[in-house]
């Protein structure tokens, strides 16, 4: 099992250690790999964050250690530290580890308190062929726990709550229903505002791989795509993703490797204005959301009551996501069991957003359109030095010793523009730049820099006891006993 810069016998471990095998993860269809891991591991919470296509979820490790601080656990993908693991194909895991104890903070410092993930991608094997294929289709749907009023039912409750305001006395129609409602009570025109604006989502889930080797090069090679389509019909999530696993052994003492991997991703939002998508709950079932024509009517009830399918053509929202992880290293056998890895790599994150609500949406005529533009980037550079010594006596005791020195750089960025009284709808907010009135931007920079060391003693003894039996016989028993120890200490 890999328990961290190194893999150990899962009869050596004593720490608390989950493995989870790529199989039970398969068959699964989701946007979020920590979701995959409710309910396969104990101790671990897995809580959703966010229900949106291409939402996330929120993991913690043997509850709530801080009430202001994080609570996530620290991930790990191929042996580099990484802030999140759901742009991660899981078509490309092979196993996920959970180090739930102390031994996490002893290995990884101060990041690991609330526990580590540990994510390996499948790697190709030496003289065999594998090619995967895979495809799966799923629905989603809106199942309600509660009813929604008839039109009559709706209509029947508006006369009470206005006869209940009005001292007890009945009002007329005319009193009661403001004149787009009357006229759609009098015409016998209803609107089904479930059905206009939420639908079935599909999630559409298709992976290619090829892995193949020789005893000196063994390749990996794949790819992804995950579309996923949003109840609310502005909303979507797609995904694609591509992998490389390279090993090779340039010596016999050297071996020469690399991981990149590439992702890009678009997410689409609802209109979340208040007479936006969320609307559909309250709206009058009593309205006509389209004239004679066909074409969208602006108010469908009261003055300010704004159609809730107007306001979602008149707005826009995405976020567009690139995420590239380049890892290189190589392992020296200096003698046997002796060896040391020099370990690299390079995460560059960017996301991109854009928002935009015509000077037709009932909040974007306030300014005559409104938009912005926020842009982020996240660096994290990485260098480790592992030298580390497995040896195994002939008694059956094992000695496991490993040191680490590792620096990591970490840059992030955010630019911000926001502006409003565009003269033009037509470009959306890629027309700021021509905007009359233009707010203040924003921009945040956070730089940091870890200088961490790390130490890890590992024994393990047998101790082997024999009792005679009758006839001459012999019975054996082994008992095993480990002992470990680890100091890790970074410094900022």
Request: some cysteine.
């Amino acid at each position: 099992m890999v328990v961290g810069y190194g893999t150990q016998k899962r009869s050596d471990i004593s720490g608390s250690v989950v493995s989870i095998d790529a199989e039970k993860l398969a068959p699964q269809t989701s946007t979020s790999v920590t979701e995959l891991l409710r309910g396969k591991a104990s101790g671990v919470q897995v809580t959703q964050g966010s229900a949106r296509p291409g939402g996330w979820s929120n993991i913690t490790i043997r509850g709530t250690r801080s009430l202001n601080g994080g609570n996530a656990p620290l991930f790990v993908l191929d042996g580099v530290p990484v802030s999140d693991i759901d742009n991660v194909n899981i078509a490309d895991i092979a196993t996920i580890e959970v180090l739930k104890d102390a031994a996490s903070t002893a290995i990884y410092g101060a990041r690991a308190a609330n526990g580590v993930v540990l994510v390996n991608t499948k790697r190709a094997k030496a003289n065999s062929l594998q090619l995967e294929v895979t495809g799966q289709h799923s629905l989603q749907q809106l199942k309600r726990n509660f009813d929604l009023y008839s039109p009559d039912e709706w209509a029947q409750l508006r006369r009470e709550a206005v006869r209940t305001k009005n001292g007890g006395v009945y009002p007329t129609d005319e009193q009661a229903f403001p004149a787009p409602i009357l006229s759609a009570i009098r015409n016998k025109q209803t609107a089904d505002w479930e059905n206009l604006l939420i639908r079935d989502a599909w999630v559409r889930k298709y992976d290619a791989s090829v892995r193949s080797g020789t005893e000196k090069t063994r390749v990996a090679f794949s790819g992804g795509y995950l579309g996923q389509d949003g109840l609310a019909k502005q909303a979507g999530f797609d995904r694609t993703n591509f992998r490389l696993n390279l090993d090779h052994k340039l010596l016999p003492s050297l071996t020469l490797g690399a991981n990149v991997a590439y992702s890009f991703a678009t997410q689409t939002f609802e209109d979340g204005s208040w007479d936006g998508f969320y609307r559909f709950l309250t709206a009058p079932p009593y309205a006509t959301p389209f004239d004679e024509n066909g074409n969208l009517n602006y108010v469908i009830g009261e003055s300010n009551s704004t159609n809730p399918l107007w306001n979602a053509r008149e707005s826009s929202n995405e976020t567009k996501y690139n995420n590239l992880l380049a890892n290189v290293f190589a392992e020296w056998t200096i003698i046997p069991g002796l060896k040391y890895k020099l370990n690299t790599s390079i995460n560059n994150n960017t996301s991109s957003n854009k928002f935009y609500q015509t000077s037709l949406h009932q909040n974007g005529r306030i300014f005559n359109g409104n938009g912005s533009i926020s842009e982020s980037r996240n660096a994290d550079f990485l260098l480790e030095n592992i030298l580390s010594y497995d040896h195994r006596f002939d008694n059956g005791h094992n000695l496991d010793v490993t040191l680490v020195q590792s620096i990591n750089k970490i840059n992030y960025e955010q630019t911000g523009v926001s502006a409003t009284n565009f003269p033009y709808d037509k470009f959306g907010a890629d027309g700021i730049g021509s905007a009359q009135k233009s707010n203040t931007p924003t921009h945040w920079v956070s730089k940091r820099k870890i200088l961490s060391y790390m130490a890890r003693r590992v024994i393990t003894y047998r101790i082997n006891t024999s009792r005679p039996l009758p006839c001459g016989r012999m019975a054996h028993r082994y008992s095993g006993r480990r002992t470990s120890s680890g100091i890790s200490h970074p410094a900022h």
